[in-house]
């Protein structure tokens, strides 16, 4: 195929030899080859931003970057990236704040997206456009005259048309998406619901995977994102000489520990599963003082109220649930807004007997794939996945929740806590074939097949729309 150009909202742009690539640069590591460029906005705010790119090269990776200005940053990011699509999509309708001129800071941002990539780009280059900033982009960038393929990946859920209908400017967003050759999506669910927007709001014909649109034909399919299993599995390992983590196995004092780890944000079922921590030392109280929990949640987005509200309730609920059943000497809450190096992050999994994905709705979950990759085989943790994270669709050996039922949450962990070796052996043995499998590297393959197959596939017209 020729020179593959990555589009995303933020650019992971290498800063120095062995620093530690962002979530999106690891997922498409195997795509970094030397020729591949990766354009989005750098980061920055500028009063007047330039048409052309800025650019660095790294390891033969061609990185181009343009500012945005603090209002478009507000309308089209905080505004109506986070404060509109991102709560319609995970199914958040009452925290969804539509406003027209957020959206058209989002088409404005989008528009000159366009414009600067067009400056660079090349005939036959072939582009992948990455998650909900990015849905118009595709239209705007045919309407520039681009007739290579065009590919997009929605990393977070899709609604289905009644939900969907509560966005004024859905219709459009929907056509924006049938503007591009592929569509990928986490689950088939999340797929299934794209081409029924397409059909019942746009009158599109659906045939299969394929949808034919004002007579153009593009494949919405499902490609489930993973993690490079391998490396993170060995990462787990090497961590037994990590200073932290060390500190972390003394200070347990022989205690379980359980582990969640998830951006501060209100789709991750945050303050339940605080609640479950309190249920389960109501419930079962021969688990007080042999648990710690900890929650790593590094602030996510502090520009949007409702992840500063979410702050304050989980600073409130840690205050309740430590003052409520903390002892001198045990406290069953740990909680810290802290980043942590990836190797950190993967032995601390590793020394956990639980592992908590309770997100009340999610795209994927890497965090479930990362904490199966990194258990010892001879004496494996068990992860509590809620059934609402797109990693539950192939992680089915896992304790499936309903991540809005505390109490369903505490009855997990007693289970996870109290579930006999030869069990959690099977369950992780069947888990980590899955993980193994369904990789970073598979998913880039996987896309990157399609996308150079889709033109040539496409179906020939069959039904009039
Ligand atoms: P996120 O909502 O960010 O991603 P997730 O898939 O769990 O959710 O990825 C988070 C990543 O950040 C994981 O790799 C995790 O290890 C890392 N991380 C979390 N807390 C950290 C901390 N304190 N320190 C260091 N690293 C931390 C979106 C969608 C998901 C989808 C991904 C990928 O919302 O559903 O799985 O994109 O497509």
Redesign the pocket.
């Given at each position: 195929m020729a020179r593959l150009v990555i589009i995303s909202n933020r650019v992971p742009i290498p800063k120095a030899r062995g620093a530690s690539a962002g979530?999106l640069a690891v997922?498409l590591r195997d795509l970094l080859t030397p020729g591949t460029m990766w354009f989005g906005w750098s980061g920055r705010l500028a009063s007047e931003p330039a048409l052309e790119p800025a650019i660095v090269e790294a390891r033969g990776v061609t990185y181009a970057t343009v500012d945005l200005t603090s209002e478009d940053y507000k309308g089209y990011y905080v505004g109506f990236a986070n404060g509109a699509l991102w709560p319609l999509l995970h199914f958040r309708l009452g925290l969804m704040q539509f406003r027209r001129e957020e959206y058209e800071a989002y088409l404005a941002v989008n528009r000159s997206f366009a414009a600067s990539l067009g400056t660079v780009l090349q005939p036959d280059d072939s582009v992948w456009a990455h998650d909900y900033h990015l849905i118009p982009f595709g239209r705007m960038l045919r309407e520039q005259g681009f007739h290579g393929p065009l590919g997009f990946f929605l990393?977070?859920p899709f609604a289905p048309p009644s939900m969907m209908e509560a966005l004024p400017v859905a219709r459009e967003l929907i056509a924006d998406l049938c503007a591009f050759d592929l569509v990928g999506f986490?689950t088939e669910e999340h797929a299934r619901d794209f081409r029924d927007c397409a059909q019942r709001m746009l009158g599109a014909a659906v045939q299969g995977e394929w949808v034919r649109l004002n007579g153009r034909s593009m494949r919405a399919f499902a490609d489930p994102?993973g993690i490079d299993a391998e490396s993170f599995r060995q990462d787990a390992v090497r961590s037994v000489n990590d200073k932290m983590v060390h500190r972390v196995v003394g200070s347990l004092a022989g205690r379980a520990l359980a582990i969640g780890?998830?951006?501060m944000?209100y789709?991750k079922g945050l303050p339940q599963r605080f609640e479950a921590l309190a249920r389960l030392l109501e419930k079962h109280q021969e688990h007080r003082r042999h648990i710690h929990f900890l929650q790593?949640?590094?602030r996510s987005r502090e520009e949007v109220d409702e992840y500063r509200k979410l702050r304050t309730e989980l600073d409130r609920l840690t205050g309740r649930i430590n003052g409520r059943f903390s002892d001198f000497d045990w406290t069953p809450l740990r909680y810290s807004t802290?980043?942590?190096p990836?190797s950190q992050?993967a032995g601390l999994y590793r020394l956990s007997r639980i592992g908590v994905v309770t997100p009340l709705r999610?795209?994927?979950?890497?965090?479930a794939k990362?904490f199966i990759a990194a258990q010892p085989e001879d004496d494996p943790g068990v992860l509590i996945l809620s059934k609402f994270a797109?990693a539950a669709h192939e992680l089915t050996e896992a304790l499936i929740v309903n991540p809005f039922d505390p109490d369903a949450i505490a009855d997990a962990m007693h289970v996870a806590l109290t579930m006999p070796a030869p069990e959690r052996k099977d369950r992780h043995a069947a888990l980590v074939e899955k993980v193994f499998r369904t990789t970073a590297g598979a998913y880039c393959k996987n896309f990157i097949d399609a996308l150079s197959l889709v033109k040539a596939q496409a179906a020939p017209p069959r039904a009039a729309a």
């Amino acid at each position: 195929m020729a020179r593959l150009v990555i589009i995303s909202n933020r650019v992971p742009i290498p800063k120095a030899r062995g620093a530690s690539a962002g979530g999106l640069a690891v997922a498409l590591r195997d795509l970094l080859t030397p020729g591949t460029m990766w354009f989005g906005w750098s980061g920055r705010l500028a009063s007047e931003p330039a048409l052309e790119p800025a650019i660095v090269e790294a390891r033969g990776v061609t990185y181009a970057t343009v500012d945005l200005t603090s209002e478009d940053y507000k309308g089209y990011y905080v505004g109506f990236a986070n404060g509109a699509l991102w709560p319609l999509l995970h199914f958040r309708l009452g925290l969804m704040q539509f406003r027209r001129e957020e959206y058209e800071a989002y088409l404005a941002v989008n528009r000159s997206f366009a414009a600067s990539l067009g400056t660079v780009l090349q005939p036959d280059d072939s582009v992948w456009a990455h998650d909900y900033h990015l849905i118009p982009f595709g239209r705007m960038l045919r309407e520039q005259g681009f007739h290579g393929p065009l590919g997009f990946f929605l990393h977070i859920p899709f609604a289905p048309p009644s939900m969907m209908e509560a966005l004024p400017v859905a219709r459009e967003l929907i056509a924006d998406l049938c503007a591009f050759d592929l569509v990928g999506f986490q689950t088939e669910e999340h797929a299934r619901d794209f081409r029924d927007c397409a059909q019942r709001m746009l009158g599109a014909a659906v045939q299969g995977e394929w949808v034919r649109l004002n007579g153009r034909s593009m494949r919405a399919f499902a490609d489930p994102i993973g993690i490079d299993a391998e490396s993170f599995r060995q990462d787990a390992v090497r961590s037994v000489n990590d200073k932290m983590v060390h500190r972390v196995v003394g200070s347990l004092a022989g205690r379980a520990l359980a582990i969640g780890v998830d951006r501060m944000d209100y789709s991750k079922g945050l303050p339940q599963r605080f609640e479950a921590l309190a249920r389960l030392l109501e419930k079962h109280q021969e688990h007080r003082r042999h648990i710690h929990f900890l929650q790593i949640c590094p602030r996510s987005r502090e520009e949007v109220d409702e992840y500063r509200k979410l702050r304050t309730e989980l600073d409130r609920l840690t205050g309740r649930i430590n003052g409520r059943f903390s002892d001198f000497d045990w406290t069953p809450l740990r909680y810290s807004t802290r980043t942590a190096p990836r190797s950190q992050l993967a032995g601390l999994y590793r020394l956990s007997r639980i592992g908590v994905v309770t997100p009340l709705r999610d795209g994927m979950n890497l965090v479930a794939k990362e904490f199966i990759a990194a258990q010892p085989e001879d004496d494996p943790g068990v992860l509590i996945l809620s059934k609402f994270a797109g990693a539950a669709h192939e992680l089915t050996e896992a304790l499936i929740v309903n991540p809005f039922d505390p109490d369903a949450i505490a009855d997990a962990m007693h289970v996870a806590l109290t579930m006999p070796a030869p069990e959690r052996k099977d369950r992780h043995a069947a888990l980590v074939e899955k993980v193994f499998r369904t990789t970073a590297g598979a998913y880039c393959k996987n896309f990157i097949d399609a996308l150079s197959l889709v033109k040539a596939q496409a179906a020939p017209p069959r039904a009039a729309a």
